[in-house]
T-cell receptor, first 111, second 112 residues
Framework: TQLLEQSPQFLSIQEGENLTVYCNSS?????LQWYRQEPGEGPVLLVT?????EVKKLKRLTFQFGDARKDSSLHITAAQPGDTGLYLC???????????FGKGTTLSVSS | NAGVMQNPRHLVRRRGQEARLRCSPM?????VYWYRQLPEEGLKFMVY????????ESGMPKERFSAEFPKEGPSILRIQQVVRGDSAAYFC??????????FGEGSWLTVV
């Protein structure tokens, strides 16, 4: 069974701080997605990383896929209250199987 | 450009009743997934369907739960004889390829 572990589970920071969220597994994934979910809404896709070592930037968010395609990180620079939400990573494994999700990191940014 | 459409958004059922949740995938998508989300438990995979076929139902409870994705019309997740433990948010997602999926806004089921 493939599992994705996200850490930390909860993170509460002040506006302007930097933070990193981790997504780790002992399994290899063909790709990995990061989603952000707000209360009462569905997850919204932020990025898909496919190649080992790949780095993608989305404004103040930087996503990295590990060289071995077993782990990923999300780094947010100068966090803002609008970044508050649940961040989920999801991995695509064997062909014909659905995405596996981590339990998520709940981020709270206060002004 | 409509995304994944789910309805109803909120549903209240008494114990023992049936709940039907509907999902229309994004235009051009033929893969549908259903996930269940409980507070602080993340998204749990339930079932993966393509048109008229169940590809993977390894996450579906063995009893009372069923899903279909007919040739015409939306995908349906059906829960018979609901119990309080079925209260959760149910999310549908669709994809045109296996790897990247897009979610609907969810259906919140409350069993009273």
């Amino acid at each position: 069974t493939q599992l994705l572990e996200q850490s930390p589970q909860f993170l509460s920071i002040q506006e302007g701080e930097n933070l990193t969220v981790y997504c780790n597994s002992s399994s290899v994934f063909s790709s990995l997605q990061w989603y952000r979910q707000e209360p009462g809404e569905g997850p919204v896709l932020l990025v898909t990383v496919v190649t080992g070592g790949e780095v993608k930037k989305l404004k103040r968010l930087t996503f990295q896929f590990g060289d071995a395609r077993k782990d990923s990180s999300l780094h947010i620079t100068a966090a803002q209250p609008g970044d508050t939400g649940l961040y989920l990573c999801a991995g695509a494994g064997q062909a014909g199987t659905a995405l596996i999700f981590g339990k998520g990191t709940t981020l709270s940014v206060s002004s | 450009n409509a995304g994944v459409m789910q309805n109803p958004r909120h549903l209240v059922r008494r114990r023992g009743q049936e709940a039907r949740l509907r999902c229309s995938p994004m235009k051009g998508h033929s893969h549908v997934y259903w996930y269940r989300q409980l507070p602080e438990e993340g998204l749990k995979f339930m079932v993966y369907l393509q048109k008229e076929n169940i590809i993977d139902e390894s996450g579906m409870p063995k009893e009372r739960f069923s899903a279909e994705f007919p040739k015409e019309g939306p995908s349906i997740l059906r829960i018979q004889q609901v119990v309080r433990g079925d209260s959760a948010a149910y999310f549908c997602a669709s994809s045109g390829s296996r790897d990247t999926i897009y979610f609907g806004e969810g259906s919140w089921l409350t069993v009273v």
